[in-house]
């Protein structure tokens, strides 16, 4: 019977009890430094062009055997949306 009510009240939680189970974030915050300069945003051209280089890689293996390269498509086209936007910064 106890382990009867002890599921029962888990199932049940109301709204004051789950700001019990919930961390508490804390935020320390940072004045901004005024006389820092800003740096001026360039891109760089071997970003842009790698991104091209990429994409011309993928058309080609679609044009040469779409249904074989598909994997390799499949491959290039999660690199350059994930790791490749994430990794590699025009501005580093």
Not at 29 to 49: A, F, H, K, L, Q
Not at 65 to 91: G, K, W, Y
């Amino acid at each position: 019977m106890e382990r009867k009510r002890r599921s029962a009240n888990n199932r049940t939680l109301r709204p004051r009890d789950i700001r019990v189970l919930m961390a508490k974030v804390f935020t320390i915050p940072v004045p901004p430094s005024i006389g820092r300069r800003r740096r001026e945003r360039t891109s760089d051209p071997r970003y842009v062009d790698g991104q091209r280089l990429l994409v011309e890689a993928m058309k080609y293996l679609a044009q040469a055997d779409p249904v074989a390269n598909r994997s390799a498509i499949e491959l290039i086209s999660e690199h350059v949306r994930t790791r490749f936007r994430m990794s590699d910064s025009p501005l580093s």
